[in-house]
C-alpha cells in the first residue's frame, strides 16, 4: 500500500436524516408517502413550516415557509401538527440502529448523529461500505421512508459539510488529498457557523467567495474573524485534526431551561397567554426536578401582534418567523433559589402582574419561560427551617403522579384552559428527554 493511500483517510462520518419529522410522520401515515408534507407547529396560517418533506421542497416549500405561501404554491400540500414525542422515539431508534453498525460518538441534534472511525475503518472503501450499513440499518429497523445523507472527511467539521452536499440519500467523501480544491465551489453560507450576519460581515471586508476564503493563511483567517474560530477553520477545511473538530465547548454547568410556544388563535389574548405561560412554568418546574437544580430567577417574555395602523406607528417593528409584525416585552425576577412549582408560580405571577396594557400589547401570541441562574441540587446547602407549607413534598407528589400518569394529570387550576396546549416542542439542537410516560 503506497504512502499517500496511507494518508487519504477518513475520521468522521456526519449522518443527516434528511427531512427528518416529515419522513417520520410519512413513515407513521403511508398515505402521505409520495405527497407533498409539510410539519406545523400549530394548525394555524399564521404558523411557519418546521419541516417540509423532500415533494413538498420541489415545490419551493421548505422550513421556514408561511402556512398560507405553502398552500398557494401546493394547495393539496398536507399538513400535520408535529408529533414531537413520537420524532424523539424515532431518534432513539435510529441511534440504535446506526450502533449496530458502528458506535455513534456524538448526537449534535435530534436529526444528526457522528460516528468517529478507528483503525483499518478509515480506509475509503471500508467507511464507504459501514456507510452503507447504517442506510441499510436505518431502512431495516426503523422505516423504509427515513433516509440519511452521510458525509465521510477526516474531521468533523467537514464531514458535516459533506453531509449537506448530496441530499436526500447522499453519500459524499473529502479526501485529505482533494482539499481544499473539492470545497472550492461551496458557497460561505454552506460552512457551518457562517450564517447572514457572519458572511455580511465577511463581505464588508472583502472576502464574497470561496476561493477568496480559503486563499488566506492562517493569521489572516484569524484576522478575518478576529478569534482562534479563524486558526480552527483555517485547519479544518484542509482537513486536520484540532481535537474539538467544530464541537461546541459544553458549559462546565448548565445555566438555564425553560419552555417557549407560539400561542393557537384561541389562545391570543392575556387570559389564554397567562393559562399556557402557567403550563410553561408548570413543564420548566418538573424538568428542573428531574435534573436536579434549583433555580435562583425566572424570566417571561412575551411578543404581541400588530395591527397594520400600530404597525405604522412602530416604524422599527420587528417581524417574527411566522410573519406577524411584532412587538415584545419581557422580565426577570430573582429570588431565593428553590425548585417547586408554587414558589415559581409566585415568581411568574409577579412578573406577569407588570406585563404592559397598551393597545399594541393586547394580542400576545408568543409566551416565553426560562428559569435561570441554576444551582446544582448537590451544592444547595440544607435550609436552617424548612420552606412553608410543605412545597417541595407537594412537588414531589405531584412528580410522582404526573411521571406515572402523563405530566399534566396534576397541576394548579391556573393552565387549566391551556392544559392541552404547549406541548412538547423540539429544539433542533436538544433532544428531548424521557421522564415517565412522556417527553420534555
Not at 14 to 41: C, K, M
Not at 117 to 128: F, S
Not at 218 to 243: P, Q
Not at 416 to 421: F, I, T, V
Amino acid at each position: 500500500m503506497d504512502a499517500d493511500f496511507q494518508s487519504d483517510l477518513f475520521g468522521f462520518l456526519h449522518i443527516d436524516l434528511n427531512s427528518f419529522f416529515a419522513s417520520v410522520e410519512q413513515q407513521l401515515h403511508p398515505e402521505y408517502r409520495g405527497q407533498p408534507t409539510g410539519v406545523v407547529p400549530t394548525l394555524a396560517d399564521t404558523t411557519c413550516l418546521i419541516a417540509a418533506s423532500y415533494e413538498a421542497k420541489a415545490l419551493g416549500i421548505k422550513t421556514g415557509t408561511r402556512v398560507l405561501d405553502a398552500r398557494r404554491l401546493c394547495p393539496g400540500i398536507i399538513l400535520v401538527n408535529g408529533s414531537h414525542s413520537q420524532y424523539a422515539e424515532y431518534s432513539h431508534k435510529i441511534v440504535a440502529a446506526v450502533e449496530r453498525v458502528c458506535p455513534v460518538a456524538h448526537t449534535p441534534s435530534i436529526d444528526e448523529m457522528v460516528c468517529q472511525l478507528m483503525g483499518r475503518e478509515r480506509q475509503p472503501p471500508n467507511a464507504r461500505r459501514i456507510s452503507l450499513a447504517i442506510k441499510q440499518a436505518i431502512k431495516d429497523d426503523v422505516g423504509e421512508t427515513l433516509r440519511c445523507s452521510i458525509g465521510m472527511a477526516p474531521n468533523r467539521y467537514l464531514a458535516k459539510i459533506a453531509s449537506d452536499m448530496q441530499k436526500p440519500d447522499g453519500l459524499i467523501g473529502l479526501l485529505p488529498s482533494q482539499l481544499p480544491r473539492s470545497i472550492a465551489h461551496l458557497e460561505l453560507r454552506d460552512l457551518p457557523g457562517i450564517g447572514a450576519r457572519t458572511e455580511a460581515r465577511l463581505n464588508a471586508k472583502g472576502i464574497r467567495t470561496m476561493p477568496e476564503l480559503l486563499a488566506l493563511d492562517r493569521a489572516g483567517m484569524h484576522n478575518l474573524f478576529d478569534s482562534v474560530w479563524g486558526d480552527r477553520m483555517y485547519h479544518w477545511l484542509r482537513g486536520e485534526d484540532t481535537g474539538d473538530d467544530g464541537a461546541p465547548v459544553p458549559s462546565d454547568v448548565q445555566k438555564s431551561l425553560g419552555h417557549s410556544h407560539v400561542l393557537a388563535p384561541e389562545h391570543r389574548s392575556p387570559e389564554g397567554a397567562w393559562s399556557v405561560a402557567h403550563k410553561l412554568l408548570h413543564k420548566a418546574a418538573m424538568r428542573l426536578r428531574m435534573e436536579k437544580f434549583f433555580a435562583a430567577s425566572l424570566a417571561v417574555t412575551i411578543k404581541y401582534a400588530l395591527s397594520r395602523e400600530q404597525t405604522a406607528l412602530i416604524p422599527k417593528a420587528k417581524k417574527h418567523l411566522s410573519g406577524i409584525t411584532q412587538t415584545g416585552w419581557g422580565m426577570e425576577a430573582r429570588f431565593r433559589p428553590c425548585q417547586d412549582t408554587l414558589s415559581l408560580l409566585e415568581a411568574l405571577q409577579g412578573c406577569w402582574r407588570q406585563a404592559p396594557s397598551a393597545a399594541e400589547h393586547a394580542k400576545p401570541f408568543f409566551v416565553g419561560v426560562t428559569l435561570r441562574n441554576l444551582i446544582p441540587e448537590a451544592e444547595m446547602q440544607t435550609m436552617l427551617f424548612e420552606e412553608p407549607g410543605n412545597r417541595n413534598q407537594l412537588s414531589a407528589t405531584m412528580d410522582k403522579l404526573n411521571l406515572k400518569y402523563g405530566h399534566t394529570t396534576l397541576h394548579f387550576a391556573g393552565m387549566l384552559p391551556a392544559r392541552d396546549s404547549a406541548p412538547t416542542r423540539i429544539a433542533f439542537t436538544q433532544i428531548p428527554v424521557q421522564y415517565g410516560t412522556e417527553y420534555m
